[in-house]
């Protein structure tokens, strides 16, 4: 019996209960190199196990199977991604959370596969299992929740990922997963106009804490304007006081195209802003974000015949469309439909006279709908204002947090100085 059947014979005879899985992972850690020595022939010795069964030293031998060169025909590449995608799917989670670094490196390369296929709409489904799997719970971020809404991205399965992006999140294994889940998930709300949840991810990004600028923070931070502009109408240049020294010092300059834009924007000048879009086409398209531009532009209409509604009762089609620089009164009651269609703006339109006449929000926020979602609100702010509670108690006991804040106590002890200064006798 060589080497590799010994492993398979000691995989086969330690899986059946919690001590002999626990034995047989500090077995599989001595025989890792092994494993990975031998990498290019294992794949025959899987059909001996059980990925159900034998989940870790399953996934020891898929690790090491993966981490030989990428497969080079597509025949090779379709094998490997199926062979993964069926362990993903019958493994038993809590042999995998033995050895969550093998688990995440598996996975990674099943995205590798899919992709090499041009079939990222076939990983959507075992990479969201494969993070089910690893979570310890729904506010757990694992590495593997970028790669799964890349997945949805590419594929365009944007209502995939938006399930994944409702769960709240308060526990992340590393630093530069919050930037690419926020960033990807920002696109994909993006993709499925949920501009308001976009806005939120975005500016997570934007103001994560961060030592050095890189570039996840400068593409979100062009996304984050854009946004701003289709959502909400405007843009602050002026980041949040909590935002790191390194986002309020660099972003803006990083950027000037999109600040630029939003200065042209917020003057309210159709003309200037298209051409200035024209102008800056090449730059706008080299970043992928062409297509967010043009709603700027489209969205531009909206916001100044929203300002109308804030002057006028009653106004032509015709004033409408000289008034924001339509073609025809054809063009602006289309806008005006689509805009009482969405909600965005109440008003009716007589069709005899062509006469839009604009009114005030029919909610009064006394329906069992409107209670429910207020309620609902309410419930989620106490949820999470425990949460924090919980949170401060547990970093203030915490010995790291102490030291460090006792150095920094040190350097500036401020029970030296009067809280109040006192007057100089000149």
Same mark, same amino acid.
């Given at each position: 019996?060589?080497?590799?059947?010994?492993?398979? /014979?000691?995989?086969?005879?330690?899986?059946?209960?919690?001590?002999?899985?626990? /034995?047989?992972?500090?077995?599989?850690?001595?025989?890792?190199?092994?494993?990975? /020595?031998?990498?290019?022939?294992?794949?025959?010795?899987?059909?001996?196990?059980?990925?159900?069964?034998?989940?870790?030293?399953?996934?020891?031998?898929?690790?090491?199977?993966?981490?030989?060169?990428?497969?080079?025909?597509?025949?090779?590449?379709?094998?490997?991604?199926?062979?993964?995608?069926?362990?993903?799917?019958?493994?038993?989670?809590?042999?995998?959370?033995?050895?969550?670094?093998?688990?995440?490196?598996?996975?990674?390369?099943?995205?590798?596969?899919?992709?090499?296929?041009?079939?990222?709409?076939?990983?959507?489904?075992?990479?969201?299992?494969?993070?089910?799997?690893?979570?310890?719970?729904?506010?757990?971020?694992?590495?593997?929740?970028?790669?799964?809404?890349?997945?949805?991205?590419? /594929?365009?399965?944007?209502?995939?990922?938006?399930?994944?992006?409702?769960?709240?999140?308060?526990?992340?294994?590393?630093?530069?997963?919050?930037?690419?889940?926020?960033?990807?998930?920002?696109?994909?709300?993006?993709?499925?106009?949920?501009?308001?949840?976009?806005?939120?991810?975005?500016?997570?990004?934007?103001?994560?804490?961060?030592?050095?600028?890189?570039?996840?923070?400068?593409?979100?931070?062009?996304?984050?304007?854009?946004?701003?502009?289709?959502?909400?109408?405007?843009?602050?240049?002026?980041?949040?006081?909590?935002?790191?020294?390194?986002?309020?010092?660099?972003?803006?300059?990083?950027?000037?195209?999109?600040?630029?834009?939003?200065?042209?924007?917020?003057?309210?000048?159709?003309?200037?802003?298209?051409?200035?879009?024209?102008?800056?086409?090449?730059?706008?398209?080299?970043?992928?974000?062409?297509?967010?531009?043009?709603?700027?532009?489209?969205?531009?209409?909206?916001?100044?015949?929203?300002?109308?509604?804030?002057?006028?009762?009653?106004?032509?089609?015709?004033?409408?469309?000289?008034?924001?620089?339509?073609?025809?009164?054809?063009?602006?009651?289309?806008?005006?439909?689509?805009?009482?269609?969405?909600?965005?703006?109440?008003?009716?339109?007589?069709?005899?006279?062509?006469?839009?006449?604009?009114?005030?929000?029919?909610?009064?926020?006394?329906?069992?709908?409107?209670?429910?979602?207020?309620?609902?609100?309410?419930?989620?702010?106490?949820?999470?204002?425990?949460?924090?509670?919980?949170?401060?108690?547990?970093?203030?006991?915490?010995?790291?947090?102490?030291?460090?804040?006792?150095?920094?106590?040190?350097?500036?002890?401020?029970?030296?100085?009067?809280?109040?200064?006192?007057?100089?006798?000149?």
């Amino acid at each position: 019996m060589n080497q590799v059947e010994s492993v398979v /014979a000691q995989i086969q005879g330690l899986s059946s209960s919690v001590s002999d899985v626990s /034995a047989l992972q500090n077995y599989l850690k001595q025989v890792d190199e092994v494993l990975h /020595a031998e990498s290019t022939r294992l794949m025959p010795f899987l059909d001996q196990l059980d990925p159900s069964k034998h989940s870790l030293g399953y996934l020891y031998f898929l690790e090491a199977c993966t981490s030989a060169p990428v497969p080079v025909t597509n025949e090779q590449a379709s094998v490997l991604a199926l062979t993964i995608a069926r362990f993903i799917c019958s493994c038993a989670a809590e042999q995998i959370r033995l050895a969550p670094e093998k688990f995440i490196a598996v996975c990674k390369s099943f995205k590798d596969q899919v992709l090499l296929l041009g079939a990222p709409l076939c990983g959507v489904a075992p990479m969201l299992t494969a993070i089910r799997k690893l979570q310890f719970s729904t506010e757990h971020l694992t590495t593997l929740h970028p790669e799964f809404l890349l997945l949805c991205l590419l /594929a365009k399965s944007y209502k995939t990922g938006l399930s994944i992006l409702e769960d709240s999140i308060f526990e992340v294994d590393q630093p530069r997963d919050i930037f690419l889940y926020c960033y990807y998930g920002g696109m994909i709300c993006i993709g499925h106009k949920c501009f308001q949840k976009a806005l939120e991810l975005l500016h997570n990004v934007v103001t994560a804490p961060m030592s050095t600028i890189n570039a996840i923070a400068v593409e979100a931070y062009k996304k984050y304007i854009l946004v701003s502009l289709i959502h909400n109408g405007q843009f602050s240049t002026s980041l949040p006081k909590y935002a790191s020294s390194t986002a309020q010092r660099n972003l803006k300059n990083l950027c000037q195209p999109y600040v630029e834009l939003a200065n042209c924007y917020i003057n309210g000048k159709i003309t200037e802003l298209e051409v200035y879009v024209q102008a800056n086409r090449d730059k706008f398209e080299s970043d992928s974000n062409l297509g967010l531009v043009k709603q700027v532009v489209s969205s531009m209409y909206k916001q100044n015949i929203q300002r109308l509604t804030q002057t006028y009762l009653t106004l032509s089609l015709q004033d409408i469309a000289n008034t924001v620089q339509l073609n025809s009164p054809k063009e602006a009651e289309m806008h005006v439909l689509q805009m009482i269609q969405d909600g965005e703006i109440y008003a009716t339109i007589n069709q005899k006279d062509g006469m839009v006449r604009f009114l005030e929000d029919p909610e009064q926020y006394k329906t069992c709908q409107m209670i429910e979602r207020i309620d609902s609100s309410i419930q989620r702010i106490m949820s999470l204002s425990k949460k924090l509670t919980a949170m401060d108690e547990l970093m203030s006991c915490d010995p790291l947090y102490l030291t460090k804040a006792g150095r920094e106590r040190q350097r500036f002890d401020f029970d030296d100085f009067d809280s109040v200064p006192q007057k100089f006798n000149v």
